[in-house]
T-cell receptor, first 111, second 113 residues
Framework: LAKTTQPISMDSYEGQEVNITCSHNNIATNDYITWYQQFPSQGPRFIIQ???TKVTNEVASLFIPADRKSSTLSLPRVSLSDTAVYSC????????????FGQGTTLQVKP | KAGVTQTPRYLIKTRGQQVTLSCSPISGHRSVSWYQQTPGQGLQFLFEYFSETQRNKGNFPGRFSGRQFSNSRSEMNVSTLELGDSALYLC????????????FGPGTRLTVL
């Protein structure tokens, strides 16, 4: 599975847009990019998944450049409740429940 | 649709004992995965079961084992507990479809004394 690199931590303020970038230089042709959110003492929660270009859902957008060696999770207008760890995962989307989590990015939203 | 449930939520054991944790996946999901989360190592994959067969396995010693029943419920067993086994054990279920979103349960907090 491709290794991912993310910033360890980020700070933001309520109402701002937050962009978290993940590097995955060794991504394979069949790999998808998935982001999870995790609060302390809880299990991760799926945010968004994509293969290329741009994906948007009700909570976030995912931008993937043509070379797919990186991806950016965009959280519009964050609130205090968005304070959490955000993890980028790269791997096959189908036929496996094996997820390899890195240390993720701890996002701290301040009032 | 009910979410992933795990029992018990909290457990205290002593070194050398064994423990069994239970996970009930979302109805219709056939994939169940187990993870261990510790402050030092983060979230680590233990193993995955699909249709009663172990499909993937992480790098944990043989003291960690699991099984899945015909109704997709899964159990994880840890024998000869060590202090370092104290962790939050998370179970996730998935449909194994193309989007393969994994849904995590609340976890079982195991403390080994």
């Amino acid at each position: 599975l491709a290794k991912t690199t993310q910033p360890i931590s980020m700070d933001s303020y309520e109402g701002q847009e937050v962009n978290i970038t993940c590097s995955h230089n060794n991504i394979a042709t069949n790999d998808y990019i998935t982001w999870y959110q995790q609060f302390p003492s809880q299990g991760p929660r799926f945010i968004i998944q994509g293969y290329k270009t741009k994906v948007t859902n009700e909570v976030a957008s995912l931008f993937i450049p043509a070379d797919r060696k990186s991806s950016t999770l965009s959280l519009p207008r964050v609130s205090l409740s968005d304070t959490a760890v955000y993890s980028c995962l790269v791997g096959l989307s189908s036929n496996t429940g094996k997820l390899i989590f890195g240390q993720g990015t701890t996002l701290q939203v301040k009032p | 649709k009910a979410g992933v449930t795990q029992t018990p939520r909290y457990l205290i054991k002593t070194r050398g004992q064994q423990v069994t944790l239970s996970c009930s996946p979302i109805s219709g999901h056939r994939s169940v995965s187990w993870y261990q989360q510790t402050p030092g190592q983060g979230l680590q994959f233990l193993f995955e079961y699909f249709s009663e067969t172990q499909r993937n396995k992480g790098n944990f010693p043989g003291r960690f084992s699991g099984r899945q029943f015909s109704n997709s419920r899964s159990e994880m067993n840890v024998s000869t507990l060590e202090l370092g086994d104290s962790a939050l054990y998370l179970c996730a279920s998935g449909s194994s479809g193309m989007d393969n979103e994994q849904f995590f349960g609340p976890g079982t907090r195991l403390t080994v004394l």
